[in-house]
């Protein structure tokens, strides 16, 4: 398919919390927007007293997000009992509605180990009232480590195509230490599902490492086109990253003809840190909405979202 070369303008950054709700201290990380006619809703991660994350969200003018209408007062869901996947934290990745009129938000679980910092899993709420209220369809996750997948998933696109339920999702290949930082190493994976909740795992890698110094690669987001599909996504160094501007997480892009074989091709994907500011030493987290003629890429910015997020737009392509 043809390469989309087309550069993004950006706009400036949206929103960070002011820090005056224990339950959002910090953060407004992995931006994923809902378009409901009129308005937007746009759900984040944002962190508690105790750096827990939990989703939120606020609402816009469609095609307005600059114009903050409402910011909602408390998180979506409760953590896990003690001893489950989600009891240490929650983030959003991705909202589709089924043909039955139920909305399925896949989400992160986190929770911490001994040997390791951290162990992610992907669960699902779901609700039935149009998003009035989010209920756990389970206790336990959808996706988790499994015996050819023994380290964790995180991040998770999914779409719905003539019946069949895609998903685009994170998958740890290890930890790797270096002095005393112990850091995960993950791509991108491919999955599919009849339904939604049963998917058929077959170990296909979408995006892979470029090389040996690469160490996360997540956070994919697609765009269908008529001749294929484009995909964003980060990417960082194995080391150094939470620190370093060099080796910290920058926006990928890759173009496919079937969504499952993908060819990186990252210098087209039209974004880059700024020369300084909110978003001069990492951008990540990137999420993909067309809205008419303007095609929005929703991101975050320096410190994994601590600087909130904000977007770039461009000129839609014609259909």
Not at 28 to 48: D, G, H, K, M, S
Not at 170 to 183: L, N, P, R
Request: proline share 4%.
């Amino acid at each position: 398919m043809q390469t989309s070369n087309r550069q993004w303008q950006k706009q400036g950054q949206i929103y960070v919390p002011a820090g005056d709700k224990p339950w959002s201290r910090s953060h407004a990380q992995l931006p994923l927007v809902q378009q409901r006619e009129n308005r937007w809703r746009i759900y984040f991660a944002t962190r508690n007293d105790a750096g827990q994350s939990n989703i939120s969200f606020l609402e816009t003018p469609a095609g307005n997000p600059f114009d903050i209408l409402t910011i909602h007062d408390g998180v979506l869901l409760p953590f896990g009992e003690l001893g489950t996947f989600d009891e240490s934290g929650i983030m959003p990745l991705s909202l589709v509605r089924a043909e039955n009129g139920r909305w399925h938000l896949y989400y992160a679980g986190w929770t911490q180990r001994k040997t390791i910092p951290y162990h992610n899993s992907i669960g699902l709420a779901v609700s039935d009232d149009d998003c009035r209220s989010f209920r756990k369809l389970y206790q336990g996750p959808l996706l988790d480590a499994r015996r050819d997948e023994p380290f964790f998933t995180g991040t998770a696109h999914v779409r719905i195509e003539n019946g069949l339920w895609r998903m685009w999702y994170q998958s740890c290949t290890g930890w790797v230490k270096q002095g005393q930082a112990i850091e995960p190493l993950y791509h991108i994976k491919y999955a599919e599902s009849n339904d939604g909740i049963e998917w058929k795992r077959e170990g296909i890698v979408a995006i892979d490492y470029r090389d040996q110094e690469e160490g996360g690669i997540c956070s994919a987001t697609i765009n269908a086109r008529s001749d294929g599909y484009e995909m964003w996504y980060c990417h960082r160094n194995a080391f150094d990253y939470r620190t370093n501007p060099r080796n910290s997480y920058r926006i990928g892009y890759a173009t496919s003809r079937d969504g499952i074989a993908w060819q990186r091709q990252d210098s087209q994907a039209g974004i880059d840190v700024s020369p300084e500011g909110w978003d001069s030493t990492m951008i990540a987290y990137p999420h993909f909405v067309r809205d008419r003629d303007t095609d929005y890429l929703f991101y975050n910015g320096n410190g994994f979202g601590a600087s909130g997020f904000g977007v770039a737009t461009r000129a839609g392509e014609r259909k």
